[in-house]
């Protein structure tokens, strides 16, 4: 009946979403089982990119682009009304034709009627369980669409009940950290006494809460945990943690989604870790501090949609993985991300978008004109579908040729059915599957460069927009003419997003060597930070550093020289090691690792020599950066001297990056009784990044307007 065949095409196509599903997942947990020595954020991708495509699914299979042949083929019936082929009485004059079809309201007469479509869905066994299936379904989905909205206000119930951290030994920190991870803005900073566990909320609103212990955290730790925390901000890890909630209240009846979704959290909280590394928290240290909170929380009551710094479950493999030197730490490059995941995304899609189609049925003998015509609709649907990507909700055309033998004769009844005719053969068929296969292709084609023309679209509009703004000639009058400070301090922060033109570099650079506020100087140098090359730029952050009054202002010009990057500054930063003050020297050695330099100073040399140890640390991250082989001599007496040994390994990087020449200085720690240094020079002499990453020294910029 038709109503069967309805049933039975919804039943499958049911079986194909949840097949689609456990294969998309399938194929995700087989790439990251092959990624177990990349980096935790590859890895993140993957379950990201899948967890999204499973959104998709439903109304991929809905569109249906990828017709799969794998329902029985229909027949198809006249209507009663059709036109019927009787014997040959019928045409004989003067006969009498009888109507000897069974009566739909006596039964006695014939076969007992039909019942109606409707009465047969209703009393369809399959149906009811289909319904009842759906409804628990849907139940248990409010369920959990419940708890995460009762989870939600919780959340806000916590930010709400919070007091913000404005003093300036958090304010200083949360600045810090967020020129570290290149956050235009810091989010919120709220201290909570219903908070047990450091955590991060806020989808739209980042927001970072604190534990009361906070009060009596370190600097380190304040450090460390906003590192971490930050991270996530920087990551956008809120959205990809309500996908996967989504996704598990979508598909809780699939427990490979609920691991997906576990794996999703695994991976971005160890990205998070090694986004923290690269940025200059040391292992050791970092892994101490996330042991005495997690062990000092005895139970973490953090809501499920927020993002808590450690739990007790996860945490083994986390320390595991911050402390192992062979572990890659560094995020994938953009070009790296955006192939991951494309080529994810269009295997998903794929799998996503075919969907249950009717077979068509064989071919008795051949018709030429039926194949001709097949793959004439075939192209027109394959450029339906591949013309502008918006699929056909229709079902597939089937082309139907009717024969009426004659000579047959039939007397018992009037109404004949009229059989299938044959349609295409084996090689026909393919030849559909390949043209749809090539409109497809072609669709995802026309797809992808509509895309990128828009893409290239919006970058020349947001570029046409900030070369005409005006708010960059008006901030550029405030810092110029305003009286108030406070006032003239903002505008030079504002002009920071328009340094590399020259109307707010101009401005910037008048006011680092004019203005009379010292808190305006040192935002004007911090603001200049981002003049890409600048001469204008660089001449007055190279004034300032030599010859400025205040302390702050020269440290952030140091730095601001260092984060451009040109060579020209080298021997203004060169002589600046010699400064009275240690913050100026440390800068300057930062500043110098960083203009591209191949010879290295002799002043930045001799700070080998420095009493400071976060001098040496630093001038030797500097050389590291350099590679200038005329270290070496200073390098290896520095060694010979050191009694850190977390210097000594500095050091030990330092030489390795000088290459071969090397060598003769690496040989002999190979008979060290320390195995550490062993191991490490062994790595140093292997080459590229055995070392590991480096534990990357930052300078502590303050660059926040005044409220």
């Known amino acids: 009946m038709t109503s069967n065949i309805v049933l039975s095409a919804s039943t499958i196509s049911m079986l194909m979403l949840l097949a689609k599903a456990t294969l998309i997942l399938v194929a995700a947990l087989g790439i990251t089982?092959?990624?177990?020595?990349?980096?935790?954020?590859?890895?993140?991708?993957?379950?990201?990119?899948?967890?999204?495509?499973?959104?998709?699914?439903?109304?991929?299979?809905?569109?249906?682009?990828?017709?799969?042949?794998?329902?029985?083929?229909?027949?198809?019936?006249?209507?009663?009304?059709?036109p019927s082929v009787t014997n040959d009485l019928a045409t004989t004059p003067g006969t009498k034709i009888e109507n000897t079809a069974p009566d739909a309201g006596n039964p006695a007469n014939g076969a007992p009627a039909s019942p109606s479509i409707e009465q047969e869905i209703t009393s369809s066994p399959v149906l009811s369980g289909i319904s009842i299936l759906l409804l628990v379904w849907a139940v248990v989905v409010l369920a959990i669409a419940s708890s995460l909205a009762y989870a939600a206000l919780m959340v806000k119930r916590i930010v709400s009940r919070a007091r913000p951290l404005s003093s300036e030994d958090w304010v200083t920190p949360l600045w810090e950290v967020s020129d570290r991870l290149s956050l235009e803005e810091p989010p919120r900073l709220l201290r909570s006494e219903d908070a047990k566990m450091p955590f991060a909320c806020g989808l739209f609103n980042p927001t970072i809460v604190l534990p009361a212990e906070c009060d009596t955290w370190s600097l380190d730790r304040r450090r460390a945990v906003?590192?971490?925390?930050?991270?996530h901000v920087r990551r956008h890890d809120l959205v990809g943690h309500t996908l996967g909630r989504l996704a598990c209240a979508f598909y809780w009846f699939h427990p490979l989604v609920?691991?997906?979704?576990?794996?999703?959290?695994?991976?971005?909280?160890?990205?998070?870790?090694?986004?923290?590394?690269?940025?200059?928290?040391?292992?050791?240290?970092?892994?101490?501090?996330?042991?005495?909170?997690?062990?000092?929380?005895?139970?973490?009551?953090?809501?499920?949609?927020?993002?808590?710094?450690?739990?007790?479950?996860?945490?083994?493999?986390?320390?595991?993985?911050?402390?192992?030197?062979?572990?890659?730490?560094?995020?994938?490059?953009?070009?790296?991300?955006?192939?991951?995941?494309?080529?994810?995304?269009?295997?998903?899609?794929?799998?996503?978008?075919?969907?249950?189609?009717?077979?068509?049925?064989?071919?008795?003998?051949?018709?030429?004109?039926?194949?001709?015509?097949?793959?004439?609709?075939?192209?027109?649907?394959?450029?339906?579908?591949?013309?502008?990507?918006e699929p056909d909700g229709d079902a597939p055309h089937q082309h139907t040729s009717t024969r009426t033998s004659t000579s047959t004769q039939t007397s018992t009844t009037t109404n004949t059915v009229i059989s299938p005719a044959p349609l295409v053969s084996a090689a026909a068929q393919a030849a559909v599957r390949a043209a749809a296969s090539v409109g497809v292709n072609a669709g995802m084609t026309a797809g992808m460069n509509v895309s990128r023309a828009t893409i290239m679209s919006v970058i020349g509009k947001q570029g046409a927009d900030k070369g005409t703004d005006e708010r960059a000639a008006l901030l550029a009058k405030v810092l110029a003419t305003d009286t108030s400070a406070s006032l003239r301090r903002v505008a030079a922060w504002g002009l920071n997003d328009y340094a590399d033109g020259q109307v707010a570099a101009e401005a910037l650079a008048n006011a680092l060597r004019h203005d009379r506020d010292a808190g305006v100087r040192e935002m004007a140098a911090?603001?200049?930070?981002?003049?890409?090359?600048?001469?204008?730029?660089?001449?007055?952050?190279?004034?300032?550093?030599?010859?400025?009054?205040?302390?702050?202002?020269?440290?952030?010009?140091?730095?601001?020289?260092?984060?451009?990057?040109?060579?020209?500054?080298?021997?203004?930063?060169?002589?600046?090691?010699?400064?009275?003050?240690?913050?100026?020297?440390?800068?300057?050695?930062?500043?110098?690792?960083?203009?591209?330099?191949?010879?290295?100073?002799?002043?930045?040399?001799?700070?080998?020599?420095?009493?400071?140890?976060?001098?040496?640390?630093?001038?030797?991250?500097?050389?590291?950066?350099?590679?200038?082989?005329?270290a070496i001599p200073g390098l290896e007496g520095a060694l010979g001297r050191?009694?850190?040994?977390?210097?000594?390994?500095?050091?030990?990087?330092?030489?390795?990056?000088?290459g071969e020449k090397s060598v003769d200085a690496l040989k002999g720690l190979l008979e060290s009784r320390d195995p550490e240094i062993r191991n490490i020079a062994v790595r140093a002499l292997a080459g590229g990044n055995a070392t590991g990453p480096w534990p990357r020294p930052w300078p502590e910029p303050r660059p926040f307007p005044n409220d």
């Open 526 to 630: 911090w603001s200049l930070s981002d003049a890409d090359h600048s001469s204008v730029a660089i001449e007055a952050l190279i004034a300032a550093l030599r010859s400025d009054s205040n302390l702050d202002v020269r440290k952030t010009a140091a730095w601001a020289l260092g984060n451009i990057g040109d060579r020209s500054s080298a021997q203004a930063l060169a002589a600046a090691l010699s400064d009275a003050s240690p913050e100026i020297r440390k800068r300057a050695a930062w500043a110098l690792g960083n203009t591209d330099l191949h010879q290295a100073p002799p002043q930045l040399i001799a700070m080998l020599n420095d009493k400071d140890p976060e001098m040496r640390e630093v001038t030797a991250w500097a050389l590291y950066q350099i590679e200038d082989p005329a």
């Open 33 to 82: 089982l092959s990624m177990q020595r990349a980096s935790a954020g590859a890895r993140h991708l993957v379950w990201l990119v899948t967890l999204a495509t499973l959104m998709l699914v439903p109304a991929l299979t809905a569109w249906a682009p990828i017709p799969l042949r794998v329902l029985p083929a229909a027949s198809v019936e006249t209507p009663l009304s059709a």
């Open 258 to 389: 609920w691991t997906a979704a576990k794996q999703l959290r695994s991976e971005s909280e160890r990205a998070c870790d090694d986004l923290a590394l690269t940025c200059g928290a040391r292992a050791a240290d970092y892994a101490e501090h996330l042991l005495d909170i997690v062990t000092s929380v005895r139970h973490d009551a953090t809501p499920s949609v927020a993002l808590a710094m450690a739990r007790r479950k996860e945490f083994e493999g986390r320390m595991l993985a911050i402390l192992d030197p062979e572990l890659r730490h560094s995020s994938p490059s953009r070009r790296q991300s955006a192939a991951l995941i494309a080529s994810l995304a269009m295997i998903a899609l794929v799998v996503g978008a075919a969907a249950p189609a009717p077979r068509l049925p064989s071919e008795s003998s051949s018709v030429p004109a039926s194949v001709d015509l097949s793959l004439a609709s075939a192209q027109k649907n394959a450029a339906e579908v591949g013309s502008i990507g």
């Open 642 to 658: 050191e009694s850190s040994k977390e210097l000594q390994m500095d050091y030990i990087r330092a030489l390795a990056a000088t």
């Open 226 to 231: 906003l590192l971490h925390e930050l991270a």
